[in-house]
């Protein structure tokens, strides 16, 4: 089969370039000093970005031979059961934001998401990225053998 034709390659080449978006804001400089705005558009990127990941490490999972694991919690389980990410606490404080930011709007809550994203769920992500490169290159096999 064509790497091209493979979905969860398709969706993390989307992963990484939401990743290098988040980065320009995540890395960029002192989120305290963002304006409201930049932190709104920081959480947003955080928003697809992490929604990427979930559903890359999802498409992955299925492309490995796992059929029934649909979902961000059964996902995110199996991927911290089969190594693909670490941080289980983090994970977990990462996907609460993310809820988090579709259902409630508090400037307290996103200057205090957007200071995670800054200081640790970028880093959750890039690692993820770093994860799934090597897993691309094929250092990995499947459970079907």
């Not at 064509?2 to 290098?20: G, M, T, V, Y």
């Not at 977990?92 to 579709?102: D, H, V």
């Not at 508090?106 to 205090?112: L, R």
């Not at 957007?114 to 200081?119: G, K, N, V, W």
């Amino acid at each position: 089969m064509d790497k091209k034709d493979i979905r969860w390659e398709q969706r993390f080449a989307n992963f990484k370039k939401a990743l290098a978006k988040l980065a320009e804001a995540a890395i960029m400089r002192d989120v305290n000093d963002f304006s409201h705005l930049e932190k709104e558009g920081m959480i947003q990127r955080f928003e697809y970005t992490f929604e990427l990941a979930w559903k890359t490490l999802q498409d992955m999972l299925e492309h490995k031979g796992y059929q029934d694991i649909v979902g961000p919690n059964p996902v995110l389980e199996q991927s911290l059961k089969d190594g693909y990410i670490t941080n289980e606490k983090q994970w977990r404080n990462m996907k609460k934001s993310r809820e988090l930011t579709s259902h409630t709007y508090n400037s307290d809550t996103a200057d205090d998401i957007a200071q995670h994203i800054a200081s640790e769920y970028y880093t959750l992500l890039k690692s993820l990225e770093q994860r799934l490169e090597a897993e691309q290159r094929g250092n990995q096999t499947t459970i079907l053998g």
